[in-house]
């Protein structure tokens, strides 16, 4: 099979908004840098731009720290032992990605990494160090050498979260905005970045919808989690930098690329929204699945077992569900030692769910977890739209390809956002006057179907995929369309919008990638296929089509700005 041109997959829809309804803006202000989002990847690149002497404005959408990154369990990779090398890093990277990481991506995120980590304690990053006062490094899944630093056991999350958040605020160049949902971006004559249009809960006037004015705009809004009825995601992750981009004509890729954490802590089958993960550095300490028989299953299907790459657990997990028509398995950690010291998070987590890991197996289940895919960029971290940025779990640089190795993410964010800040030093023109900004009139979704969306993607576009429930999504999910109408301007309206923007380009990327690689899992096409090993790039149209173009790996975005 060869790949030439557009390839399509289930009908695309035809409809989707290309702005969102908004009344125009009542107030603005203004910085050099706008960076919507607060997690690992924004606050970096705020500190960098700083550090270049830029000001800075921080977009928030509920406060600086109820992003994805003070969840984080697991750690950061990075080489830092003699035994280990990048070589080894960017191996167990591209094992884990089959065959669609970028391999310049890849070789920056393995050599940089380290002195990024660096940087970052120097910012005052605390990570758990042994009685000689090494950094203590661990294995998880994926990994063949111990790489992984932690804070607090597993807790590494809330520890870059807070230090990040004590430097910024220290900053009197930056200033934060919380409690701003990003809406649209803001172009110039020349269709440059030259701002975001937002709205902030009781701010300006009584509808809250402002304008940021910048000489760019960095997205670093995390995942699109919440696309599904459970997630590890929290509430804030609906995929709004993904939409925005969309709409502003920036090119998307692998959006299928749905990586599902193994083991999140089953609460019960009627469990929506953020469900808690149970880490897999807990497997990385020897933690062992087994079924409803107390029988171990890893064993056999992967050489490293427990600490196979997520995808290929999460897929021997789901398969013994359904050989055993349960929906969940169960994950023994009664033998690790000090389990209750070690990882005091999980411990606590699982004990308010009634559940006692020290003497108990505990019942996990795969859930969204997170997006392989998403805006893409070059090596800078420059989008398709000239002066728009995006950086971390919203944007695509070519690293994770089909399944992200455990503990690259917080990694990406750091070498990324030090990236994008020096190309923000070097290029920040004065944009162009902006035109005149109006009310937005595009239809907006009620927000009493995103229910029906989300049931469909965690029914049809999970874990387990297949054309037939992948046209079957598609359907639905253009029936949800048909509700756009006059709902009501405002978060909820424009939230299940977003959703509903990316759903429609995911599933789409789904049905048309007729094969089985990384966390795309079509029991239809149950064999990896190399006339895939290509990138299926995403652009919605004016008219609100969608266009999916396949790209091969080693061919670079067309980024010409």
Known sequence: ?????????????????VRLAAPAPGWELTADVCVVGSGVAGLCVALHARAAGLSVAV???VEVDDGSTRWAQGGIAAVLAETDSPAAHAADTETAGVGLCEPDAVHALVTEGPDRLRELISWGAAFDRGADGRLLLTREGGHHADRIVHAGGDATGAEVQRALHTAVTADPGITLVEHAMVLDLVTDGAGRAAGVTLHVLGEGTADGVGAVRSRAVVLATGGMGQVYAATTNPSVSTGDGVALGLRAGATATDLEFVQF????????PDARGQQPLVSEALRGEGALLRDAAGERFMVGVHP??????????????????????????????????????????IVARCREAGVDPVTELVPVTPAAHYASGGLVTDLAGRTTVPGLYACGEVACTGVHGANRLASNSLLEGLVFAGRIGAALAAELPVPEPVPPQVAHLDGLLDPAARGRLTATMSARVGALRSGAGLVQAAGELAAVAGLLGEAEPGVPAWEATDLLTVATALTAAAGAREETRGCHWREDHPDADDAWRVHLDVRLHGDGSLQLTPRPVGTP???HW
Request: proline share 11%; no cysteine.
């Open 1 to 17: 099979m060869t790949l030439a041109g557009p390839v399509l997959g289930p009908p695309l829809l035809t409809s989707l908004p």
């Open 59 to 61: 977009v928030t959408k």
């Open 261 to 268: 954490h193994p083991t999140a802590l089953y609460l019960g």
């Open 304 to 345: 490293l077992a427990e600490l196979a790459p997520r995808d290929v657990v999460a897929k021997a997990i789901t398969r013994v569900q359904l050989r055993d028509g349960t929906d969940h398995v169960f994950l023994d950690a009664r033998h690790v030692e000090g389990l209750a010291d070690r990882f005091p998070t």
């Open 557 to 559: 975005p067309e980024v």
